[in-house]
């Protein structure tokens, strides 16, 4: 797509959003970014904008889901004929076999399922789909370079895709992707199975690959419900209060009920145009939803008011807040929530490169039998973590946001006076070796090592630090700093340096962690050794620009940025360890 059809079909996006009650800030302008792509940002010529800005609101009307398969078109608003766009011609499937699914495979299929099947639906159905406008602008399926994540990467070969695939051998992400295409096929095929033997004559044009393309789409733009649905609209949904006559008027779809099996998060939803906006996990944002402080705040603050004009109703939607300035020509961030590089990959196709001030670079250490369970959808993780981060800088660290983000939280003691408020938001006092991992991987190798005696001795020693009343993670933050700020004390006059009574369990969670940490650095090298690692770059001079290469750099980031941080958390723990590094 030349950049001129891009321009054209994104303000069509932007009339189309406009025209069912979407709003984007009279300052910001869509750009691409060199680095970003795609991307918000406040017009140079713009005097910027301030804290508390609404940049975009999206309807709720636009939004595309599971919701839609269930209403059989767009929420609130009428299916009016689209117009074809000059030069476009509708897809020839485009019939009444198209227009919905079997109920039967609505009802028996997952709800995520449902909503990327849908997405292929109104992607086959072409002009004639009443999301045609965003459907424009989304990444093109017969481009898989351009929207790829690596569970799907290696499917069609000879794109880029395959060689960033064998990148990630020995790192996280491999098993994590092996893990998610695993779920991929499998939701397919069972889906694709049910809609023949329902007799959905449309069945054939549902590709493996149309639904990967699908994944990718939902899994890199969507967003999750309970964070960007009204508590009201959530409880319409539920079943839990009636929609009232607007919502069940002649000229849109109601709101649907969902199925008693199915919960609010079960399911992502698509917000066309609000999707533009790139992450930084520093961003300060606000989501708000519906009624009337969203649709207020989403009005046009430039715009004048005619003299005598009725106020339009409030319409059901999510706004985005700035909770920060933003400068003339300053690209304008989202927040998806606290995510690791590992994640942002997996999910979103990206990784964020360290800087003094910033790094996103963990390494996630699982439990044996953990599963890969990556979150569907922008925002903070919706389940308790089912691995342990590994940090590259220390958690307590001002450039390690993500990570302070998981830790737990108390006053900071030291000799066994707090030197901080009690609700001061401060880690415990570990030595270096140990502050780049998560407390509660340290809490679990406590737990697991100590023997009897340092249990009881622990008690004994922490009693009078504790405060009984304090969160349970606080409680347990505090032990740790007992555990190993007072073996990481220097020994007095007379002291040995094992007069520490859990110097033993501090040395024995060492060992354990350094042989966790060098089975991981074994992997990668033994990666590096079947040729995966440090696989030339076949580009020629002045193809950087290249999308088949755009994958491969990517693996090749990661894997470098994984392998420093094993490297500076095996120094750590042994500074006298000398790392051979593979060629």
């Known amino acids: 797509m030349s950049l001129s059809e891009e321009d054209e079909?994104?303000?069509?996006?932007?009339?189309?959003?406009?025209?069912?009650?979407?709003?984007?800030?009279?300052?910001?302008?869509?750009?691409?970014?060199?680095?970003?792509?795609?991307?918000?940002?406040?017009?140079?010529?713009?005097?910027?904008?301030?804290?508390?800005?609404?940049?975009?609101?999206?309807?709720?009307?636009?939004?595309?889901?599971?919701?839609?398969?269930?209403?059989?078109?767009?929420?609130?608003?009428?299916?009016?004929?689209?117009?074809?766009?000059?030069?476009?011609?509708?897809?020839?499937?485009?019939?009444?076999?198209?227009?919905?699914?079997?109920?039967?495979?609505?009802?028996?299929?997952?709800?995520?399922?449902?909503?990327?099947?849908?997405?292929?639906?109104?992607?086959?159905?072409?002009?004639?789909?009443?999301?045609?406008?965003?459907?424009?602008?989304?990444?093109?399926?017969?481009?898989?370079?351009?929207?790829?994540?690596?569970?799907?990467?290696?499917?069609?070969?000879?794109?880029?895709?395959?060689?960033?695939?064998?990148?990630?051998?020995?790192?996280?992400?491999?098993?994590?992707?092996?893990?998610?295409?695993?779920?991929?096929?499998?939701?397919?095929?069972?889906?694709?199975?049910?809609?023949?033997r329902l007799g959905f004559a449309a069945a054939p044009a549902y590709t493996q690959r149309l639904y990967d393309w699908a994944f990718c789409v939902f899994t890199s733009r969507s967003f999750r419900p309970s964070l960007v649905l009204d508590p009201d609209v959530q409880a319409v949904l539920?079943?839990?209060?009636?929609?009232?006559?607007?919502?069940?008027?002649?000229?849109?779809?109601?709101?649907?009920?969902?199925?008693?099996?199915?919960?609010?998060?079960?399911?992502?939803?698509?917000?066309?145009?609000?999707?533009?906006?790139?992450?930084?996990?520093?961003?300060?944002?606000?989501?708000?939803?519906?009624?009337?402080?969203?649709?207020?705040?989403?009005?046009?603050?430039?715009?004048?008011?005619?003299?005598?004009?009725?106020?339009?109703?409030?319409?059901?939607?999510?706004?985005?807040?700035?909770?920060?300035?933003?400068?003339?020509?300053?690209?304008?961030?989202?927040?998806?929530?606290?995510?690791?590089?590992?994640?942002?990959?997996?999910?979103?196709?990206?990784?964020?490169?360290?800087t003094p001030a910033l790094h996103n670079d963990y390494v996630h250490l699982r439990k044996r039998g953990a599963a890969a369970t990556p979150s569907t959808g922008a925002g903070p993780q919706a389940t308790l973590p089912q691995d342990f981060l590994l940090s590259l800088r220390p958690l307590d660290d001002a450039s390690s946001p993500v990570g302070a983000a998981r830790q737990w939280r108390q006053p900071v003691v030291q000799h066994g006076q707090a030197s901080a408020p009690a609700d001061a938001p401060t880690g415990p006092v570990l030595p270096p070796a140990f502050g780049r991992f998560e407390d509660a991987l340290l809490w679990d190798l406590c737990t697991q090592l100590w023997t009897a005696d340092e249990q009881q001795a622990l008690q004994a020693a922490t009693v009078e630090r504790i405060d009984a009343t304090a969160p349970l993670t606080a409680q347990r933050a505090m032990v740790l700093s007992c555990v190993f700020g007072d073996a990481a004390e220097p020994a007095g006059p007379g002291e040995s340096d094992d007069s520490c009574p859990w110097a033993g369990l501090v040395d024995r969670v060492r060992q354990t962690l350094l042989a966790k940490v060098g089975m991981d650095y074994e992997r990668l090298e033994e990666a590096d050794d079947d040729g995966n690692g440090y696989a030339e770059e076949e580009e020629e001079e002045g193809n950087d620009d290249n999308e088949e290469q755009h994958p491969i750099r990517l693996a090749r980031a990661y894997r470098e940025q994984y392998r420093t941080v094993i490297i500076a958390a095996l120094t750590a723990l042994d500074p006298e360890l000398e790392v051979v590094e593979g060629t």
């Open 9 to 196: 079909r994104l303000e069509k996006l932007l009339h189309w959003s406009q025209a069912h009650g979407g709003r984007v800030h009279a300052g910001l302008e869509v750009y691409r970014d060199a680095a970003t792509g795609l991307s918000l940002r406040v017009r140079p010529d713009h005097s910027g904008l301030a804290e508390g800005a609404t940049v975009v609101f999206c309807p709720l009307s636009t939004s595309l889901s599971y919701l839609n398969a269930l209403s059989g078109g767009p929420l609130l608003m009428g299916t009016q004929p689209p117009q074809e766009p000059a030069g476009e011609s509708t897809s020839v499937e485009a019939s009444a076999e198209f227009s919905s699914f079997p109920p039967a495979f609505v009802a028996e299929t997952a709800p995520h399922v449902v909503g990327r099947f849908f997405l292929v639906q109104q992607h086959l159905l072409g002009a004639a789909s009443p999301w045609y406008a965003y459907l424009a602008t989304l990444p093109r399926p017969d481009e898989p370079t351009t929207w790829a994540l690596p569970a799907v990467w290696g499917r069609s070969g000879g794109d880029g895709t395959a060689r960033a695939l064998a990148l990630l051998a020995g790192t996280n992400a491999s098993t994590a992707a092996a893990e998610m295409r695993t779920h991929i096929d499998a939701e397919f095929a069972a889906a694709q199975e049910r809609l023949q």
């Open 238 to 354: 539920r079943g839990l209060k009636s929609s009232g006559g607007d919502d069940d008027d002649d000229d849109g779809s109601p709101l649907p009920r969902l199925p008693a099996s199915c919960q609010i998060d079960d399911f992502s939803l698509l917000l066309p145009v609000l999707d533009l906006a790139n992450h930084d996990p520093t961003a300060a944002v606000r989501w708000v939803t519906s009624g009337a402080g969203a649709a207020e705040a989403a009005e046009d603050p430039e715009a004048p008011e005619a003299p005598g004009a009725e106020k339009a109703a409030p319409t059901p939607g999510v706004a985005f807040c700035v909770d920060q300035p933003y400068a003339p020509g300053q690209q304008v961030f989202n927040n998806y929530g606290a995510k690791t590089n590992s994640e942002l990959l997996l999910g979103y196709g990206f990784v964020l490169r360290p």
